[in-house]
């Protein structure tokens, strides 16, 4: 305040405080609610499901403190959402069904997703034109994949790439982008007839003009 002499700190109020920082914990730990194991992608047979046995391999911590309690959340499939009936749920309809689930503790929650692929054709590939955004239904065998969430990644949407918007000519939404050396989609292993494939060939659009190309294929016997 005005007119008031000023005192400085004495030598031992400055060691005292020297002391606190440089022997203070740091850092010091802040809890967190975070996922340590995620519930894989599942393909079941179409019928009714048990969902709640599925995230038994969930698992989550927060500090410390293992938490359990996972609960199924919510189930979409095309853009239409169930809240409700997860321990014998419809999967009477062929598709991929995206399942959220969850868990709270200390007032902090989190979520995750997992897809299950709903198969009434065995004679087809499970997820094979990519279409649930993911990659349920395949097994990854190479260790250097890269996984996000604990997922494999590598499914895209994009329609086209690199400067001269070459085209992907992707079924559907969905792909699978390959280290740009291949892409994949609309796996098909088989065929009650076999295809017309005299001309080995097919025809698409180019990106960037619009005309169409003829890009050239060979039917391994």
Do not use: R
């Amino acid at each position: 305040m005005c007119g008031l002499p000023y005192n400085s700190a004495s030598y031992d109020d400055l060691t005292t405080l020297l002391n606190y920082y440089n022997n203070y914990p740091y850092p010091v730990p802040l809890a967190a609610l975070v996922m340590n194991s995620y519930v894989q992608h599942k393909v079941v047979d179409c019928g009714n499901i048990d969902l709640t046995g599925f995230i038994a391999d969930a698992k989550a911590s927060y500090g410390d403190t293992e938490v359990t309690g996972f609960e199924i959340l919510k189930v979409n499939l095309s853009g239409t959402e169930y809240t409700d009936g997860f321990s014998s749920f419809d999967m009477s309809v062929p598709g991929c069904y995206n399942v959220t689930y969850g868990i709270s503790y200390e007032g902090k929650s989190i979520e995750a997703n997992f897809t299950v692929v709903a198969m009434s054709n065995h004679n087809s590939v499970a997820n094979g034109g990519f279409e649930s955004g993911n990659l349920a239904g395949w097994t990854v065998l190479n260790d250097k994949w890269s996984y996000v969430d604990g997922h494999a990644a590598g499914v895209i949407s994009a329609e086209n790439y690199w400067g001269e918007a070459l085209p992907y000519n992707q079924a559907g939404n969905y792909h699978l982008d390959g280290w740009a050396h291949a892409f994949f989609d609309e796996v098909v292993t088989y065929y009650e007839q076999a295809p017309d494939y005299s001309n080995n060939a097919d025809t698409v659009p180019d990106g960037g003009t619009g005309e169409e190309v003829t890009i050239p294929w060979q039917l391994l016997e």
